[in-house]
Each structure stands twice: as C-alpha cells, then as structure tokens.
C-alpha cells in the first residue's frame, strides 16, 4: 500500500464477528492508528461499538468490498478474499437475485432453492451449448459445456465432481450434467443410448434413495457414472460404479425418516394384478417400512414413480421375469422383517413358529426350503479345530442375524441392478474418451458418529487433498503462461490426516486386526488407538470417554463413537444362510449369492490331515473387511479422477427447514468450509486474486491518467506508469503478457481513488451550481433594494440610477456581443482550418491512391502488352520458319521429282547401255520374291497367333461359365442353353416369391391407400372449412357497418385461427418435407448400396466420350461396356437384372467384337488407300508382279474379314432369336418380356448401326479410291506431253524402286504388327471384364445372402413393414429408371443421327463433282434464331419444343443455370418461359405433354434445391420463379376471380383446355417449403452475427463502461489456437439483412413475401438477443440498455430506409427494446414500478424480474434494484397468466401467406437472350 492510503480510517466499512449470522457488517467512525486497543465502529442499526483489537488474540476485523462488486458471478473477482466477503457475495446473489449457481475460480457453487425453476429447459442447453465458460451466467449446465468442450478439443478424460450434504442438491445437478450431455451429444444412430443414460436415475434412485430428516430424496450410496463417446464424440455408451450403500438403513430409520424408495413403491402397486402372488399389503403393515412412523412423501406418489421405475427397467432391457424376481426379493425383505421369532424359556434359545406366514411368503419367494430356513435362522455352527457343532442362538442374537441377512439380500440384489444396467449401457464400439459424473456423499457430522461417517469423511478427505492440488496446479500454470514471478503458496495439506487412516498400523489396519480376534471388542480396539496414535497431530482422545475418538478434519473435528464399528467392518452373515439362498430354485436368486470367483482354484495345492477334520475356511466374501473394499474402491477412484481433467461442483443446504429461497448463514458457512470453497479462496488470497486485460484496466481507470499519459499508443506503458505512480509497493501488483495481476485490496483502493476523483469532480460541479444560484439570488436583492431607493430619492436619483443601469446595461451588451463575436470567428475560423485540413489530407490520399492505382494498372498493362507483342514476335519467326521449311522442302521435292523422272525416262538407255545390270536385277528380283515369301510366312504366323489366342479366350470363356456353374449349382453346365434353362428356374422361383409377398402384402397396400383416402378426404374437409372461414370473414365484413366494434373483434379472432390454421397446414407441410428428404436421402444409400465392386461412370463423363469419338458405335451407349452394362442393370432394377445378366454380358461381348472388327476394317482401309496413294505419286512404270501379289493378297485379307464380319452377324441374329423364343416361351411375366424385349430392340438398332457404319466405309473407300484414280490419270497426261530424255545418272532406277518396295513391305510388317497388339489388347479387356463379372456375381450373391439374414432376423410386424418399403421402393425406381432410359436412348438416338450428317457432310466435301447434298436423315431443325427480334406476325405468347426436348428444357432452365446468367433480364425469366411452354401443350391439349412437363418441373426445382440447400442466392431465385409460376398458372386460369386486373390481351391468352388447380396447390406447396428453406439458410447466417453485434459492439463509441470485476475467464475456455471468437458489429448484421433484401428484390420476389422474410428474420434477432440478455449479467446495465436502443434504432431505420415498416418487421423487435428501456428508466419508486409495467408489456413477469436481478451498476452513482421494488413488481404482475417460459423460441416460425400478385408484362413482347442456348424453342 501507499504511506497515503490506510484502510481502517473513517467511513471505512468492516466485517466483525457475530454469533448469530456469524459475520455483520459495521462501519468506522473514527480513524484507527497502530497500536490504539479499541476500533470505533457504528453498526448498520447505527448502534455504537467499540471492537477491542489486539495483536494476537483479536486482530483487525475484515474489509468489506465496494458495493459495486457485491453480486458478482465469480468469488474470486471480489477484491477482498475472505469468508466473510464470500459469504455477503453469495446470500446477496441467493436472497435478493435469487441466483442459485456462483463461480468460485474452478469450483461452481450451486445452493439449493427447494423450489422448482425454469432454467433447465431445452432452450437454456441450447443458450449453453458452444459457449466459453464466464460469457453466460454461472450454471451446471456452463460446466457441463467446458467439460464436453474440453474432451473434444484437449482429448482428454474429463470428470465431474459434485459434492455437498444430504440434501444439498448432488443427485439433481449429476442429473442436469448427464440431460446436457444426453442433448448436445445424442448418439449418432437410433442406439438412443442417451435415453438408456437418462433411464438409470429413476431406477437408481428407487433403490438407493430414501427418506431422511434432511431431504425426501437422499443418494444413501456414492456413484461415478462414466459417459462414453465416440470419436465424433456422440454417446455410445455408459458405466457406473457405487460406493458404500447405507445397508442399515434397510432394517432401521429413525423418526420421520423412511427406508428405500422401491419398498413403497412396490407397496403401493400391491394390488395390481402380476404382484398379487408378493402377498404385500400397505407399508405400515411391514417392520421395515414402519420405523419412521410416516410412509409418505408430500408431494409424492409413489404409484406413479414405481410405474417409471418399471419403465425405466424395460427401456434398460431387463425383461419383463427378471423384473418380478426382482420384485420377489424385494418383497421377501420385508416379510423376512416380519418373521416372529419367539424366545425359548431358557432364554438362551428361540424358535419361529412354522405357521408364520411371513416365513412362508419369504420362503416360497426366494425358493427356498422352508425347514432349512427356519431351522437356521434360529441356530448357527461352530467350527473349531477339533469339531463342528451347532448351537441355539437367542431371540436377539437372532433377531441380528435376521437382520444382518436382510441387509445382505439387499446389497446383493443392488449389485446385480448396477451390474445389469451397466450391460446394457456397454458398446461394443470403440471407446474415444468419456466424461465421469461423480455424486459423492459430502463431509458429514452429527451428535453421534459411526462406522459410516468415519467412512464418509475419509472419502473426502481424499478428494479434499485432489481438489486442493488441482487449484494449486491451476494458479501456478495461470501464473508460469503470464510469466508472473511465481512463489510458493502454502496450503494446507491433509495428508497427515489420510495417513492416520489408511496407513500401515492406521485406523483401519488396527480396525481390520480387531475384526481377525475371535473375541475382539470395541473397548480393546480403542485402547489400541489411544496408545498408537496419541502423539498424532489429528487425533485426540475424548476427556469423558474411552469407547470414542476425535479425528481432526479439514473440515472440522468429528468425534465418532466405536459402538458398532467392528461389526458393521466385519459385515457377518452366517454361512448356512448364504448356502440355503445359493440353492434356491429360482436362478436370479442363486446367481445372486454365488461369487465371480466361485470355480475351484487351479493350483494343486492342497493340505491334508489324516484322522482329523478340516475345518470350514471363513466365507470368502467376508475375508476382505468393509473397510478394506471401500478403501480399495476409493484408490481406484482416486487413479480415475487423477487421470482426468476435474470439474467440481459443491452442493450447498441453505437451511434445515427446507424452505424456498432461506439462507442461513451459519449453516451456510459450515458447508463451505467443508467443501473446501474457503481454502479456494485462501489459496487464491494468497497470491494475485484480481486479475486485469489491458485494455479493460485502461478503460476503466483513464480518469485517473492526465491528458498527456492519455496519448501515448502504447496502452501497457500507460498502465505501466499509472499504477507506479498510484502504488508505490511493487509487490502489490505484477504485469503479465496479457493480464495486470493485483494482490487482495488493491482493486478496491483503485475503485477509492476513482471515487474520490469522480467525487471531486461531483463537488466543482455543485459548487460551481450553488456559485450561480447565489449570484441569483443576490441580483434579485439588489434589484429590489435598488427599486425601494428609486422610489424614497426622489427624481434625480432616479434619472442617476436609470443612468447607471443604461450604462451598466450597454457595458454587458457590448461585453457579450464582442464575446460572441470574437467566439464566432474563432470557431468559424476553427472550423474552416479543420475543413480545409479534411479536404487537403483526403486529396492527398485520393491522390495517392489513384497513382498508386494508375501505377498497378500500368504494370498490369505493360505486363500484358510485352507477352502479347513477345508472344506475336515469337509467332511471326514461327511462321517464318515454317514457311521457308516449306518453300525450301517444297524446292528441294521438286528437284528430286524432275531428277526421279529423267532417271525413268532414261531407263531403257541404261538398259541398252548396260546389259550387264539385267542379271543384277534379276537377282533382286529372286531377292524381292524370297522376302515376299517370308512375309507371308510371317502373315502366316501372325494369322494362327491370332487363332490361338481366340482359342485360348474360348477356354477361359469356358472355364469362367464352368466356374459360374458349379458355384451356382453344383452342376457342371457346359452351354448356353443349360445357363438359360437355370435362369429360368431362377425366374420362376422369384416369380412364385413375389407373388407370395403380393398377397401377403396386399391388404398392406389396401390399408394403406385406405389411409390415403382418409387423409384426402380429411383434406378436403380442411379446405371446405377454410372456405367457410373465409365466406364467416367475407359476411362479417360486409357486416362491420352495423356493428364495428365487435365484427373487429370477431375478424381479428377468424384472423387468428386463419393463422393458426395455416401455421398447422405448414407445420404438417414442414413435415413431409422432411419426410421426403429422409426417403431421398435412404434411396441414394440404397442407390450406393448395389454393384460396390464395379466402377460406375457418371452421365458427364459417359456424354464427354460419347462426344469425343470420331466413330460412335453401341460401346458408347447403354449397350456398351461391362461398365455402362452395370449402370444399366441398376437402371432395370436388381430384380430383372439378376435373372438375365449372364446372357447381357455374352451379348455385349459380340457386340464389341463386332465394333473392333469394324474399327479393325476402317484401319486396314485407311492403310491401304494411304500405301496405294504413296504408290502413286511415285514413277508410273508397269506394275510389277510383286506389287500385283501384293494387292491381291490385300484382296483377299479384306474379303476374309468382310465374311468373318458377316459370320459373326449371323451368329448374333441367331442368338437374339434364340433369346426371344426362349423369353416368350417360358416367362409369363409382363415385366420380364419388356426387358428382354428392349434388349431386343437395342440388339436391331446395334446391327442397324453396323450397317449403316460398313455402307459409310465402303463410301468413303469408293470416293478415296476415284480420287487416287483421277490424281493417276492427270499425272499420266502430264507425263505423256513430255518427252523423255536419257539421264546419265550413275545410280540405276531399279535399285531406287527395289529400295522403295522394301521400304513398303516394311510398313505393311508395321500394319500387321499393329493389327496383332490391337487383337492382344481386345483379348486383354475381355479377359478383364470376365473377371469383372465374376467380382460382380460374387459380391451379389453375398449381398442377397446378407439381405436374407437381415430380413429373416426381423419380427413378422418388421418383416411385413420392410417388404411394403422395399417393394414401393423398387417400384419407384423401376418407374424413374425407365423414364431415364427411355430419355437416355432417346438423345443417343437423336446423337448418332447427328454425327451421321457430319459424316455426310464429309463425304459431300470429297466428292467435288458433286454438287447436289444429301438430304438429312434427321428432323429438319428449326431454322429460328433466338436473338432475332420479333417478326412481322403476330405471336401468341406460346413456345413450342419437341417431346424429346423436354429434358433438355429443364436442363438448361432450371438445373444449370444460375441467377447471374439472367440478372440483366426480365425477373423471374425462367418461369414466364416454363409458362409459354404449358401454354402450347394446352393450345395443342396434349394433356401427357403438359403432366409431363410440370411434374419434370416440380422434381428438378426440389433437387436444385435439395443440391443448393445453404445457398441463399439459388434458394431465394427459385423462391421467386416457383410463387411467379403460380401466378401465371392462376391469372391465365380462366377463373374470374383472377382476371380481374388482366389486358383484354392476357384474358386471350388464358388455358383452354385444362384446369390445372391441384397442379396450383401443389406449387403452392413447393413454395411454403422453399420459404422455409430459405428462412432457415437466412437464419443460419445472421444468428452467429446476433449476439455480437447487438449486445457486444460498442456502435456508440466510450458508452460502455467496464465494471471493476478483474474476472478470470479460465484459461482452458478458450481456444487460444483459433485466436477467439469472431466479432460481428451492428454494420455488419445491417450489411448482410441489406444483401439478403437486394438479393430477393433483384430475383423478383413479391414485396409481401420479402416483408414476411424479413420479419421472420427480426424474429430470430430479437430471440437470440434477449435470450442471451436474460442469461448474461455483464450486459445489463444502463449504458448496455442505451446501447441496445440505439442498435435497434438502427435496425428500424434500415426498415424505413426500404419501406419494409410495414411489414410487422419492427413489431418483432418490442420484446428486446422493451428490455433496453427497463435498463434504462428508473427503479426505485412505487410510481416507477407502476410505469414498468405499462411499459413492459411484450416481456413476460419471468423476464422483467429476470432483468431486474441481472441489472448490474458500473459505478457508485448507481444503485441496485432492491428486494422490494421486485416485490413490487411481482406483485404488480400478478393479473398477467404468462407463460412460466424464460426464454423465447428462437425457431418459431410465423405462417406464411403468398398474396396474389398479376403481372402486367405481356407474353407475347417476351424476348429470350441467347445466352440460354433455347434455340430448340419455336415462338408461336
């Protein structure tokens, strides 16, 4: 601190002791100096009190927080740490804003109100859900979130503990934690594991609550629930484990107390028929249902919770005998604890009567002999080492063994629940990570303590030591990350006080070695404490007894009493018992008794006494003590939590009374210091518990800067040398990275000298107020003394006075008109040197922006300008070079022809001259012959290669048709014909299966098209009734005249329930759509699901192939390859695909070995007319005989293949003839023929393909052919007018043409060789699709079989239920797939008719002589030009297409294009074009055309839809087109009603022939879903905006003052790796309601529908934001609420701004601005409240006082809401029937009505732009 500043000076307020709220408030009334013995207080009643002060026995009393800080959501943001401050914060917070949950660093305190609040809905999880821990108000629901938060992120474990008294809360907030997790991380499939999660608590809760003095629904046992998750973190499963269940409690309670749940609730359903056998009867008949004299629960019914329970056991899979077994053994304990037991006269024996009929019922309900039982209940044996004998127990030693077996049953009975619940919980997945819910007894005292409460508070004695390094763990990496100086912080350590316990020789070892003496007692195992442990620091021994200890806790000292600690430690049950129970006849009761480790041992070891008896070894279950179990169980629990990540939530009673919103304080106190709340504080005391962010320090504490420390940039330096200059000790603050840290007391000595100078600054004001008023006052005086002396002096003084005043007067005026004057011209001056600065740095700026842009377009320019011209010069040498090549080549070809033609014409001079070169030639000649033969030889060769490999794929064909039968049959099928019989079987047995399913089905359909029926005929009585609406509202209106008033009343109610109507009709609407989307969504799985292993190839790339072959056969379309094959059989169906798919394959291999012979026949021609071509251009000499050979063996190749083409089509005709008779003969099915009859049809248009593909080869080998000849005989005319002359070239010309012979055979060797690889690779890929095919068979046959065992494992209800789906499925399909198929053949027809005009085409080019062309084989086109304006002739409005087009009509308008294509057009283009076109079909009344057309419209819009379903641009135009649509389908109806506003040329234009109403609702339909699509896109992009910009951006800049919290938002909330969330501010949200309003008006989209969006949209603003303003405390204060009504302002403004006020839009946003002027009026006066609730009128009662306990000051010259005003309030409001809801539903929609709104364009002027690419569309 400061020498400047002491704290215990006058007006300083304290804390000092008190006995009855153990701590009071008091103020000093005169300052304290060291050493003075007695502080003067004043206390709050203004009693005096001097408050003795010493150094050691009574130190200082505490201080107390700044009233600012009092309320806050965190504890540890308190400047003052201490229990006091702690507890004011947390009564404030409890009593007065009825706040339940408090943050104290890590630890969330929750205080239990005993009253049920609205804060758990599903609203508030969705509020919670993704947000950081410390943005919202403290909640289970906050915790929760950071847990799931930090699993998914940290991957890591992570555990929840909550602790605290009976009574305090646990069991409900553990159940909060596990919904939230139920609802924000439900399982990924329909496990519902979330369900069986939230299942477990009833039956829990049956089983292991009870009763108690301190709450009605008490956990008597500890639980760890583990929750599972996935890697997608969804729950996939659960585990829980208990410890330490109270089993006294089964056969003792104390006064007003009651035993465990399920022993009345199984009561109270005695009479229901399946328990009359449990001969029960009401609880007070049963001992142990008795004890506490009151079997009921107010409020409870325990009839009605027992129904859950059973519930919750068959939701769990517990059937429904296991559940009366259990029952059985519940009921048999309470019979057991009426068995009379009578003492024998001796008194050392008893015996029970065997009439008792307790013992009876006990007996026949357990299975268990009757005579045993009772025999053994009443004697015990003794094992010695000698002998075993058996000896009489007394009535009361039998009484206890009554008992201790009671107790027993029932622990193990809650084992085998536990245990069977976890089984069902269990997955079989693969676990990821879990979350760990731990509800755990808290500290416990009371006057007298046993073996349970020592257990109890050594179990938190363990988590205390957890909880406490954790925090330790905490603040040392908080302080290592700020790299804060870290020192060593003492806390308290109880590790002591665990190893007095669990120690060697502690507590329970000497407790354990009691129990092991045969005759040990609790007086020996005391002496025995007392003599090992009296030197320890944590035990005593009590002063007035010997039988008692003291432990000395964290918490407190507890002194526990050692009766009954040995034997509640042993848990004794005597053997016999046990036996008689393992042998009942029932198997659930023996399963109960027998141990997991019940087997005979392995090991052989064994000890063996002759001549003696063995005796009996102790049971085995009794050789671990209860405190060695629970001591084990609580290691294992330490270990899990130690490897999680912990939450802790501590459970705080507020009072004993259990009365709503009470706090005692003194209870209060003794919680939190036993839940270790305090030592968090202390902890955090003890180093820098106040934490700061620069730029929040700065903002709150700049008043005390001067104006100079103000301009510096650099904020942390500012802070920097504030806070040296203010506080002079550096260790009383520390500066991190991000965060100022202050030790305890300095935020509260920052917030006094703010104080101090804001109440300076208050004091200059007043003063200088008062100055004035006095100045006032004084010159009235005056005045009126001057007026008397006026009057008493006479004239003179008068005329001097009157000249004093004129003097005065005209003194003042001249003073304040120069004043004026000179201020004026300053500020004139001022403003102008400020404008002219704007004026000139903005022309600067512009200036040099502009340059630099002149600058980057220049380069970018210069950049595109040298690659052109660099790009253009390399062209130019390019083509220069080419061209000089070719002159050059051209030259150089020219002179070697002249040469070659003087060497021939000089031949026959050679020959004359040298007559020796005619041997040589000879010679070459004998040479040539010999290669010729060779060649043919290696034809030859090449020939049988070929044949051998054909006979090799034959093999394999066999093999693979081998192969397929014995894998189908057994059989060994060596034909075609065998296959074809065995597809038939195949298809009579799916025939005969069918039509079983059909019958068995058939009454299916029948109720289902009943139910159809009924639901039209429910939709027609709707429909009447809304026409009888609107005629009750038509006939009100013309009655309004007579009676206003009331007629307003009754139209606004018809109105209302017109509303409500159509909400319902779009609501169910709603639901089909996401019906509809749900059976797309399984038939595209289904679609998935078939032919995996195959690759399927998809329409795009199938259309690109097509296109890009220059010789299109029926490879290429759906006949093609193995691949389009499969698609194919997926478009056919399974069903008929299956029984023919062997055959389809064979037939599509002959079809593309005929498709590579023809190929093979173009190559070999081409070659050939090439070579015969090169041949000649050369000399023209007499054909040799090689040359003629030659040919004629290419003769005779091409004859060969051209009859090899024709065998193989023959063949092929055979066997599709084959095929038919087959298919016609032995299938009746309609089904079946049509398939095989489009086979068929596809075969003929194959061989027509072929045909007509051979007639244009032989075409173009005719034209080439006549083109060589004509070249020939021109050159031969050429050579024929020259004369030769005789060349002396010394190379002969024989040589040259022997050389360019060679030079051909070596190409014709190249020819073949390319002719065998072609026939290698053809072998290849048959050989590879066989094997495709066998994968495919395979994978199908084991898909059916999967199928089969699928279906056969359903129930008959399931079986029937799945056979209707999967027969509507596939008809479906089968209906869509023909259509596609049908289309798909209908365009590759109209595709090859187009590539065969191109051939044509060619063909007409080469024949020059030709003149005349061909006329088309196609459909004459339409010779129109779409951009061509209108013609001279009147159009119609119509537009006419073919049939075949219609699918590429909606191809082109709907599925690809794009708003941007048509934004330059008329709006809403699309539809007006779709319009024109029905119109057409209706002139025309082609009624198939026009169902055709507007369903094909309808399907393509939904998928567009469903394709684009988050795109607000696409869903807003088809929004637009589709309500267009349906105007035009309604204002060209003919109905009256619509032609109202119509031309008399648009009433020319309307539908002759068909009404097309239902098409009208069906439209009408699509666009209510549409709307909702695109509300919901809308609203997905403004909610993330909402929050942030409504509530968080300061759009009025300095408003928002920083409250002095120093919060500590946990470090681990945040993601520092994602750098925070993203902020939106006002303009932001403003900007993106204007692009969605620019969007809709630029589409078109009817004003009124764009003002509902809108509206819609506001809706949802205005939820989120007063949603999180009723969850968050941070935001409301006055300058949030001054903020908030400015933001909504804004947001009317923007709706004035595009005349969208009118459209209920602002109406939505009265809730919120209602909220910001409740921050913003006053609180305070009766008349205040009255104005509040005038004013708050759209806020519910909930709200306004939610609001008003949030309402947080940001300084001391504001005040808090009091209890009273609220009362007030309250009281107020209590007229208003709200609704107990706190929060709005952000996903309430408003029904929407689409207004009837005519277009005034004319069809007829509608021009279509080129860029749609409709020039198939004829305008009629």
């Known amino acids: 601190m400061t020498s400047e500043y002491y704290p215990y000076s006058k007006y300083t307020r304290v804390w000092i002791p008190d006995a009855d709220d153990v701590w009071k408030a008091a103020e000093i009334v005169k300052d304290y100096k060291d050493g003075d013995p007695v502080l003067h207080l004043k206390l709050e009643d203004e009693t005096p009190l001097e408050y003795a002060v010493g150094p050691k026995s009574n130190p200082l009393p505490f201080l107390r927080n700044p009233d600012i800080l009092v309320g806050e959501n965190d504890l540890t943001a308190l400047s003052y740490l201490h229990e006091p401050a702690v507890l004011h914060n947390l009564r404030v917070r409890f009593i007065e804003s009825n706040h339940i949950y408090t943050y104290c660093g890590i630890v969330l305190v929750a205080i239990n109100p005993y009253e049920q609040l609205h804060i758990y809905g599903e609203e508030v999880i969705e509020a919670y859900s993704g947000q950081n821990m410390g943005d919202m108000d403290p909640h289970i629901f906050a915790v929760a979130e950071e847990a799931y938060k930090q699993m998914a992120r940290d991957e890591r474990n992570q555990s929840i503990i909550v602790s605290g008294e009976s009574g305090a809360g646990k069991t409900v907030s553990a159940k909060y934690a596990m919904r939230f997790f139920a609802t924000v991380g439900g399982s990924a499939n329909d496990a519902n594991v979330e369900e069986k999660v939230l299942a477990s608590s009833p039956i829990m809760e049956a089983i292991g609550n009870a009763k108690t003095t301190r709450n009605d629904n008490s956990s008597r046992f500890g639980k760890y629930i583990q929750i599972v ?17 109270e089993k006294s409690r089964v056969v003792f309670q104390a006064v007003d107390e009651r035993n465990y749940h399920i022993f009345y609730q199984l009561c109270a359903s005695a009479s229901l028929p399946e328990f009359k056998d449990l001969g029960l009867t009401s609880a007070e008949d049963f001992n142990f249902t008795s004890l506490g004299e009151n079997i009921f629960i107010e409020g409870v019914n325990d009839a009605e919770d027992f129904k859950k329970t059973r519930e919750a056991f068959t939701l769990l899979g517990v059937k429904e005998s296991s559940q009366i077994n259990i029952f059985k053994v519940v009921a048999s304990i309470l019979h057991l604890g009426n068995v009379e037991i009578c003492s024998e006269r001796d008194g050392e024996s008893c015996r029970i009567s065997r009439d008792d009929p307790h013992l009876q019922h006990f007996c026949r309900l357990l299975g268990v002999e009757q005579k045993q039982m009772e025999h053994w209940l009443c004697h015990r044996k003794l094992a010695t080492s000698a002998e075993t004998y058996v000896k009489k127990m007394s009535s009361k030693q039998a009484s206890n063994a009554c008992n201790a077996l009671a107790k027993h049953i029932y622990a193990r009975m809650f084992d085998w629940i536990v245990e069977h619940i976890n089984m069902s919980l269990q997955t079989s997945s693969k676990q990821h990570s879990f979350i760990g819910v731990l509800d755990i007894y808290g500290f416990e005292t009371f006057e007298v303590n046993s073996f349970e409460q020592f257990c109890i508070n050594y179990a938190n004695e363990k988590l205390q030591q957890q909880f406490n390094s954790h925090v330790f ?61 009296s030197s320890s620091a944590h035990f005593q021994k009590p002063r007035m007894s010997n039988i008692s200890f003291i432990i000395i806790h964290f918490a407190d000292k507890v002194e526990y009493q050692c009766e009954g600690f040995l034997e509640k430690n042993r848990d004794t049950v005597y053997d ?7 042998a009942s006849q029932f198997q659930l009761v023996a399963d109960l008794f027998h141990e997991k480790d019940d087997a005979p041992p392995k090991s052989s070891r064994v000890n063996v006494r002759a001549a003696k008896s063995v005796p009996k070894a102790p049971n085995r279950e009794h050789r671990k003590t209860v405190g060695h179990q629970f001591r084990s169980s609580l290691h294992l629990l330490m270990e899990t939590l130690n490897a999680t990540t912990p939450h802790y939530v501590r459970c705080i009673k507020p009072n004993d009374e259990k009365e709503a919103f009470s706090f005692d304080s003194r209870r209060a106190v003794q919680q939190l210091r036993a839940c270790g709340v305090l030592e968090t504080i202390r902890i955090s005391a003890a180093g820098y518990p106040s934490r700061w962010t620069y730029p929040d320090f700065f903002s709150r504490y700049r008043v005390l800067l001067k104006k100079s420390d103000m301009m510096s940039s650099d904020k942390k330096q500012v802070c920097r040398n504030l806070l040296e200059t203010l506080i002079k000790e550096p260790d009383m603050f520390q500066f991190g990275k991000t965060k100022i840290f202050f030790r305890a007391g300095q935020v509260a000595y920052l917030e006094k000298l703010r104080t101090d100078k804001f109440r300076a600054a208050c004091i200059k004001i007043q003063k200088t107020v ?56 300053f500020l004139r001056v001022r403003q102008a040197v400020v404008t002219i600065q704007a004026y000139s740095r903005g022309m600067y700026t512009r200036r040099i922006f502009k340059e630099f842009l002149l600058h980057h377009k220049a380069m970018i320019i210069q950049r595109s300008v040298r690659g052109w011209l660099a790009r253009k010069k390399f062209q130019r040498a390019r083509n220069a070079a080419v061209i000089i090549q070719c002159a050059f080549r051209r030259t150089r070809a020219k002179k070697q022809l002249q040469q070659l033609k003087i060497e021939a014409r000089s031949a026959q001079h050679l020959k004359n001259l040298n007559s020796g070169m005619e041997n040589k030639i000879v010679q070459l000649q004998r040479k040539m012959d010999d290669q010729s033969k060779g060649y043919r030889n290696q034809n030859e060769q090449l020939v049988q290669q070929n044949s051998g490999l054909g006979l090799e794929v034959n093999k394999l064909q066999k093999q693979l048709e081998l192969m397929k039968s014995q894998q189908v049959d057994g059989g060994q099928l060596l034909s075609l014909q065998e296959e074809l019989e065995r597809l038939r079987e195949e298809l009579k047995d ?19 098209q009943q139910r159809v029926k009924e639901l039209e005929t429910e939709n027609g009585l709707l429909k009447s009734e809304k026409e009888e609406l609107n005629q009750r509202i038509l006939q009100h209106s013309q009655s309004s005249e007579v009676d206003g008033s009331n007629a307003s009343q009754r139209e606004a109610s018809l109105q209302t329930e017109l509303d409500a109507e159509r909400q319902r009709y779009q609501n169910l609407l709603k639901e089909f759509s996401r019906l509809e989307q749900r059976y797309d969504n399984l038939k595209e799985e289904e679609s998935l699901s078939k032919f995996q292993p195959g690759h399927r190839r998809n329409p795009s790339n199938q259309s690109s192939l097509e296109s890009d072959s220059n010789y299109p056969s029926i490879s290429t379309s759906e006949v093609g390859d193995t691949e389009d094959a499969i698609q194919l059989v997926e478009e056919m169906g399974v069903e008929k695909a299956a029984m023919d798919i062997s055959l389809f394959m064979k037939l599509q291999k002959r079809v593309r070995e005929l498709e590579t012979e023809r190929k093979r026949l173009q190559l070999s021609v081409d070659k050939m007319e090439e070579l015969n071509k090169r041949k000649s251009s050369e000399s023209r000499s007499p054909t040799s005989e090689q040359e003629k050979a030659d040919n004629a063996y290419n003769n005779l190749k091409r004859q060969e293949l051209e009859t090899e083409n024709k065998k193989l089509k023959n063949d092929l005709n055979a066997l599709s003839k084959a095929v038919a008779e087959r298919a016609s003969q032995n299938n009746s099915s309609n089904e079946l023929q049509d398939s095989y009859n489009l086979l068929l049809s596809q075969l003929k248009s194959a061989n027509e393909e072929l045909d007509a593909r051979k007639e244009e080869v032989l075409i173009l080998r005719t034209q080439i052919v006549s083109t060589a000849q004509l070249l020939e005989k021109n050159d031969l005319i050429k050579d024929s007018d020259n004369v030769p002359e005789v060349n002396n070239s010394k190379e002969p010309v024989d040589k040259e043409e022997a050389v360019k012979a060679y030079q051909g055979l070596c190409e014709s060797k190249k020819l073949l060789e390319a002719q065998l690889q072609s026939q290698a690779r053809k072998h290849k890929d048959e050989l590879e699709a066989l094997h495709t095919q066998n994968e495919l068979l395979k994978d199908d046959i084991e898909k059916k079989q999967e199928i089969i065992n699928s279906y056969s494992s359903l129930s008959p ?16 399909n089968d209906n869509l797939d023909l259509k596609e198929l049908v289309e798909k053949l209908e365009k590759n027809e109209r595709k090859l008719k187009k590539q065969l005009r191109i051939y044509m085409k060619k063909v007409q080019e080469l024949e020059a002589a030709q003149a005349a062309a061909q006329s088309s084989r196609s459909r004459p086109e339409l010779s129109r030009q779409v951009t061509v304006q209108r013609k001279e002739k009147d159009f119609e409005g119509m537009l006419e297409y073919y049939k075949e087009d219609e699918a590429l009509l909606l191809k082109t308008l709907i599925s690809d294009i794009r708003p941007n294509t048509v934004s330059a057009t008329v709006p809403c283009l699309p539809a007006y074009i779709l319009f024109m076109c029905i119109r057409h079909a209706d002139y025309i009344n082609d009624d198939q055309k026009v169902e055709s057309l507007l369903t094909s419209t309808i399907n393509a819009i939904k998928k567009v839809l469903k394709k684009n379903n988050d795109d607000f641009e696409m869903t807003s135009f088809w929004l637009a087109n589709t309500s267009r649509l349906l105007h035009c389908l309604k204002q060209y109806s003919g109905d009256e009603a619509f032609m109202t506003q119509n031309t008399s040329k648009q009433n020319e234009h309307c539908l002759k022939n068909f009404d097309l109403a239902e098409y009208r609702q069906v439209l009408s339909d699509l666009s209510i879903q549409i709307y909702q699509q695109l509300i919901k896109v809308a609203e997905g992009i403004i909610q993330p905006m909402t929050v942030s910009a409504m509530l968080e951006s300061e759009s009025i800049p300095s408003l928002a003052g920083v409250k002095p919290m120093g919060y500590r938002n946990r470090s681990s909330s945040m993601d520092m790796d994602a750098g925070g969330p993203t902020s939106y501010t006002l303009e932001t949200l403003i900007r993106q309601l204007g692009q969605f309003h620019s969007i809709m008006r630029d589409h078109g989209l009817d004003p009124e529908i764009v003002g509902q969006v809108v509206r819609q949209l506001f809706h949802c603003i205005n939820a989120v934001t007063l949603n999180n303003l009723l969850l968050r405390k941070d935001v409301c204060s006055w300058s949030a609420g001054m903020q908030l009504r400015y933001n909504t302002s804004q947001m009317e403004e923007w709706l004035r701004a595009n005349n969208l006020y009118q459209s209920k839009a602002a109406a939505t946003l009265e809730p919120i601005i209602q909220a910001a002027q409740l921050l913003q009026v006053k609180k305070k006066t009766t008349q205040d409240a009255e104005a509040i609730c005038s004013l708050c009128t759209s806020l519910t009662t909930q709200q306004i006082v939610k609001i008003l306990n949030l309402y947080t000051p940001l300084n001391e010259f504001e005040e808090r809401v009091t209890v009273s005003f609220i009362r007030n309030i309250q009281n107020n409001l209590q007229e208003r029937n709200d609704p107990p809801q706190l929060l709005l539903d952000t996903k309430q929609q408003f029904p929407v009505l689409f207004p009837y709104t005519p277009s005034a364009l004319s069809l007829e002027t509608l021009h279509i732009p080129a860029t749609l690419r409709l020039d198939f569309l004829t305008r009629v």
């Open 576 to 582: 016999e018992q046990i036996n008689i129970l393992k």
């Open 229 to 245: 998750f996935s890697r997608q973190y969804h729950i996939i499963g659960a585990n829980m484990r208990t410890y330490l269940l």
């Open 1357 to 1372: 209800e399931a079986q029937v239920e799945y056979s209707i789906q999967q027969e509507i499925t596939r008809l479906t």
């Open 473 to 533: 763990k905490l603040e040392q990496e908080e302080y290592m990350k700020e790299q804060i100086p870290w020192t060593l912080i003492d806390f308290y350590d109880n590790q002591p006080c665990i190893d007095l316990i669990e120690a060697r020789l502690g507590i329970l070892d000497l407790l354990d070695e009691e129990c092991k003496v045969p005759k040990g007692t609790e007086q020996n195992w005391a002496q025995k404490l007392y003599k090992q442990h």
């Open 990 to 1008: 799916t025939n005969a299966e069918r039509k079983r399913m059909e019958e068995e089905h058939g009454s299916e359909k029948l109720t289902l």
């Open 770 to 825: 008062r100055g004035w008023l006095q100045r006032v006052r004084y010159r009235k005086i005056r005045k009126t003394a001057i007026t008397i002396q006026r009057y008493g002096r006479g004239y003179l003084a008068r005329r001097y006075a009157e000249f004093l005043r004129l003097s005065r007067a005209a003194l003042i005026c001249q003073k304040q008109y120069r004043m004026v004057r000179d201020r004026r011209a």
